[in-house]
């Protein structure tokens, strides 16, 4: 079964770096569209950073000339780096790729992480 594995995160000081992993689990034919998304708690989902197919990279404002999203490719791997963190920053981090189903669908599925809390002390 094919899943994603996130690494990273815990707590960090105001100013600190962010440094977050996900790789893919089991066979996977190609990747699509992967992005990192966050969570506040009693809010809904809201993106970070994507890599479109296409590979264009696209950041929320708030994390704008903070963020880097990279991938790499042959692991299968998407990788987001933080700086200069804030209090606002504290919140559970998702990691979101596009899988292609060549067995059913034959059509992109999405995967998700399993999340993991990220703590700037203020």
């Known amino acids: 079964q094919v899943r994603l594995v996130e690494s990273g995160g815990g707590l960090a000081l105001p100013g600190g770096t962010l440094r977050l992993s996900c790789t893919v689990s089991?066979?996977?034919?190609?990747?699509?569209?992967v992005g990192w998304y966050r969570q506040y708690p009693g809010k809904e989902r809201e993106s970070v950073a994507i890599?479109?197919?296409?590979?264009?990279?696209e950041y929320a404002d708030s994390v704008k000339g903070r963020a880097t999203i990279s991938r790499d490719n042959a692991k299968n791997a998407v990788y987001l780096q933080l700086d200069r963190l804030t209090a606002e920053d504290t919140a559970v981090y998702y990691c979101?790729?596009?899988?292609?189903?060549?067995?059913?669908?034959?059509?992109?599925?999405?995967?998700w992480g399993q999340g993991t809390v990220e703590t700037v002390f203020s």
């Open positions: 089991g066979n996977v034919f190609k990747v699509g569209r």
């Open positions: 979101n790729q596009e899988v292609y189903d060549y067995k059913v669908s034959y059509d992109y599925v999405e995967l």
């Open positions: 890599i479109t197919r296409t590979g264009s990279k």
